[in-house]
């Protein structure tokens, strides 16, 4: 199962990616908005962990391009540093997966990734 982690923190995205490669997920990595779109469109990913603020596109703007552009279910998961409701109420209306406020539970997110990829 291939997973694509659109984040612009480098530390955080080694973090994410070393937990998810020790699971034998295939793992790439997109540091911001538009390399993040590119993978999406060519890497066929089947989930998708994106930070709320990247560069040039936010992970929001990944999710709508994800189910309005593709109309594609791929599960999507947002992290971010900010616990906004207002934000985290239009993720949940964008239709994504769950929603991790930064500092991530690893362990939850590995549990997530893991019954979302069943």
Not at 40 to 52: C, R, S
């Amino acid at each position: 199962m291939k997973i694509l982690i659109c984040e612009d923190n480098k530390l955080a995205s080694l973090v994410i990616s070393t937990m998810l490669k020790r699971r034998d997920y295939t793992v790439e990595i997109a540091s911001d908005g538009n390399e993040a779109l590119e993978k999406i469109t060519t890497g066929n990913p089947d989930l998708v962990i994106a930070d709320i603020h990247l560069p040039y596109h936010s992970g929001l703007e990944l999710v709508r391009y994800l189910r309005n552009e593709m109309e594609s279910k791929i599960p999507v998961i947002i992290v971010s540093a900010f616990s906004d409701p207002h934000v985290q109420e239009n993720a949940w209306e964008l239709g994504i997966s769950d929603y991790f406020v930064k500092p991530i539970d690893n362990e939850a997110l590995i549990a997530k990734v893991d019954s979302l990829l069943k």
